[in-house]
């Protein structure tokens, strides 16, 4: 009776883990490429400046950035970041504010990942290599924009 028992969980177990396999999200598509260059600075307040490409079906379009990060702030850093754009269906929904909150130190020459999204759902998923000594502890985002020609 208790190997019968044992069977039926099994086969109920087994049914319910790939029932939930055969209903996960499928992963995102890119939407695009960014390409980031950006100086950070702090003391108590941390501020940024830069800019970079978004690539697009291998159509280019320049950006600027610049933000804000509250909290813990000292030091200055360069930052160069690439990766992948993703929940990108216009173009106009690229530039905004990017929010990501956490800490992060860059001690010389660090790699480290992040994650930024605008309030249009279009998020940056970026590998990034810093240069310089930066210590960041707290919220902070960054401003995205096309220059007007």
């Known amino acids: ?14 049914s319910v883990m790939l029932g939930g396999l055969a209903h996960a999200e499928a992963p995102l598509e890119p939407s ?11 003391f108590i307040i941390g501020g940024s400046v830069g800019g970079g490409v978004l690539t697009i079906d291998g159509v280019a379009h320049d950006f600027k950035i610049g ?13 160069a970041a690439s990766g992948e754009v993703y929940n990108l269906k216009k173009l106009e929904d690229f530039p905004g504010n990017y929010v990501t909150t956490g800490g992060q130190v860059a001690l010389g020459g660090g790699q480290g990942g992040m ?7 279009v998020v940056m998923r970026l590998q990034a290599t810093t240069k310089g000594l930066q210590f960041n502890v707290g919220a902070g985002g960054v401003n995205v924009y096309f220059e007007k020609k």
Not at 3 to 14: D, E, F, P, Q, V
Not at 67 to 79: D, P, Q, V, Y
């Open 1 to 14: 009776m208790k190997a019968k028992t044992w069977l039926a969980s099994a086969c109920i177990g087994a």
């Open 32 to 42: 695009g490429i960014v390409t980031i260059d950006q100086t950070q600075f702090g």
């Open 67 to 79: 933000g804000i990060s509250l909290g813990a702030n000292f030091g200055a850093s360069e930052l």
């Open 115 to 121: 994650q930024l999204q605008n309030s249009k759902g």
